[in-house]
């Protein structure tokens, strides 16, 4: 009886910590995070035009020019700021649709989530309100793409409940979502874990009226 071949080994490079990101990689994620949420804060209070670069990496204790490695200028991470969150919407919007078959649910599940980011998003909010129209041409058309899939999802469901106007459902997701997208209003008026089931019970209430 001949004896089995041994396995030959991984090529170089397939080893099981081959496909990790090393620490300075994940270091430089970390700070670009960081870098984000400090400029969509910093942002909210004044403006993008009222922040300067320098009080950005200041904010995460960084100089100016080492701030450079991770954006090219103000405008990239404003791009960043605003593109970054809608990614996260629209992903995190098809996750939750796709874990409900019934459309009611999956609008349930639409509102449960878009107001828990609208409740811990308030600073992006405020950055989108205001600051969108400043982007450069093709980074506001890529944001508003990507924003523009993330309503018909809503509007999906409201067509898979009875609405036989397209246009109409569209209407009702873009007010519903501005709804929950108040939060940077309604929360100073209490907390935000008695804001949120108020504002869900008028979403649903307006969407299905």
């Known amino acids: 009886m001949s004896r089995a071949k041994p396995a030959a080994p991984p090529p170089s490079g397939a080893t099981a910590g081959a496909a990790r990101p090393s620490a300075r990689t994940l270091q430089k994620a970390e700070r670009t995070d960081l870098l984000l949420s400090e400029a969509a804060r910093l942002f909210a209070a004044k403006g993008f035009r009222g922040v300067s670069l320098e009080e950005i990496a200041s904010a995460v204790g960084i100089s100016g020019p080492a701030l450079y490695r991770h954006f090219s200028n103000k405008q990239a991470i404003l ?35 878009h107001a828990d980011f609208a409740l811990g998003e308030t600073d992006r909010i405020r950055v989108h309100n205001r600051d969108l129209r400043t982007l450069e041409d093709e980074a506001s058309d890529a944001v508003r793409r990507t924003q523009r899939d993330y309503v018909e999802l809503w509007v999906d469901q409201l067509v898979r409940l009875g609405e036989p ?34 504002l869900e019970r008028m979403t649903l209430a307006a969407l299905l009226a």
Request: net charge positive.
């Open 79 to 113: 791009a960043a700021v605003l593109g970054d969150v809608s990614t996260r919407l629209l992903e995190g919007g098809r996750r939750r649709v796709a874990a409900h078959a019934d459309p009611r649910e999956a609008l349930i599940a639409l509102i449960d989530f």
């Open 165 to 198: 106007d397209r246009a109409a459902a569209r209407l009702k997701a873009q007010a519903a979502i501005g709804l929950l997208n108040s939060t940077p209003h309604s929360v100073r008026h209490g907390d935000p874990a008695r804001v949120k089931p108020v």
